[in-house]
């Protein structure tokens, strides 16, 4: 097992979402590990290097989202959803609340607001949303973001 991958599953003292982090992780390394390149900063951090998605993922189920410019793909688990998405420069998602989120940015650049803060988010950034929290987002550049929903029925699926 290479050292990039144990990293992933060694959760961090602190970090209430460390469980998330490596589950989602770990089922993202089996798939872009040859996008993959360790940080000498720090052995936990990853960074991925720009790839559009495989055809792996998007031949999941497409998420039906109510964002203009917003749309995913669902990866369906028995009590949650890895929704994979890709967004518009200049998107934005109006303020909402609900079930718990977990995500990381893969490309581009995001202004996430909580709590009357707006934070930036950017390649390589992962941000926390707890259950119930109003919460907006902006969309500075194109982003493409993988996000765990702790709610197996947050987005339903279309046929296309």
């Given amino acids: 097992m290479s050292s990039i991958f144990r990293s992933f599953c060694i959760p961090r003292d602190g970090c209430s ?5 490596s589950l989602l992780l770990e089922r993202m390394i ?4 040859k996008n993959i390149t360790e940080s000498s900063r720090a052995h936990h951090v990853v960074h991925m290097k720009s790839a559009p998605y495989p055809e792996c993922i998007k031949n999941l189920p497409r998420a039906k989202v109510a964002f203009p410019g917003v749309q995913g793909w669902v990866s369906q688990g028995k009590d949650s959803q890895v929704v994979f998405f890709e967004i518009e ?8 609340a609900h079930c718990e989120q977990f995500g990381f940015v893969l490309e581009g ?3 996430l607001t909580m709590n009357g803060t ?7 950034d992962s941000y926390h949303i707890p259950k119930g929290l109003v919460h907006k987002a902006e969309f500075r550049t194109f982003v493409r973001a993988v996000d765990f929903f702790a709610d197996p029925t947050r987005y339903e ?3 296309t």
Wanted: aromatic letters at 10%; a positive charge; proline letters at 3%.
């Fill in 157 to 159: 699926t279309v046929n």
């Fill in 30 to 33: 089996c798939r872009w590990r």
């Fill in 17 to 21: 979402s460390a469980k998330w982090e």
């Fill in 118 to 124: 707006t934070k930036v988010y950017k390649k390589g």
């Fill in 109 to 111: 650049e995001m202004a």
């Fill in 89 to 96: 420069a200049g998107g934005v998602v109006s303020p909402h």
